[in-house]
């Protein structure tokens, strides 16, 4: 059984950064992709980022553009992602998922954190 636990979620202002974290635990094998999703209330799980296993590949969504950066340290295996310059659109609950190959839909990832909220206000 593999357990993914989000951590560093909050509230931050318009411009701020947070730092996700993302605890890979149970039954791990060789390090997988992980990757990053977002939803905000009534909408659709959007893709955010995703790296291979190595950590030698990463992408990105579109909505990014170079705001966010996702890594992972395989020694404590935990993926992370930066967020800076945050903006209100980017309020939403953010998952982690654990997927055999790097992949940017949803489909492909096997394992699922419960979420962190991320809100962005003023």
């Known amino acids: 059984q593999v357990q993914l636990v989000e951590s560093g979620g909050g509230l931050v202002q318009p411009g701020g950064s947070l730092r996700l974290s993302c605890a890979v635990s149970?039954?791990?094998?060789?390090?997988?992709?992980m990757g990053w999703f977002r939803q905000a209330p009534g909408k659709e799980r959007d893709f955010v980022a995703a790296?291979?296993?190595?950590?030698?590949?990463?992408y990105y969504g579109d909505f990014v553009k170079g705001r966010f950066t996702i890594s992972r340290d395989n020694a404590k295996n935990t993926v992370y992602l930066q967020m800076n310059s945050l903006k209100p659109e980017d309020t939403a609950v953010y998952y982690c998922?654990?997927?055999?190959?790097?992949?940017?839909?949803?489909?492909?990832?096997?394992?699922w954190g419960q979420g962190t909220q991320v809100t962005v206000s003023s």
């Open positions: 998922a654990r997927a055999p190959v790097i992949s940017v839909s949803a489909r492909d990832y096997e394992y």
């Open positions: 149970g039954r791990t094998f060789s390090p997988s992709a």
């Open positions: 790296i291979s296993g190595a950590g030698w590949t990463a």
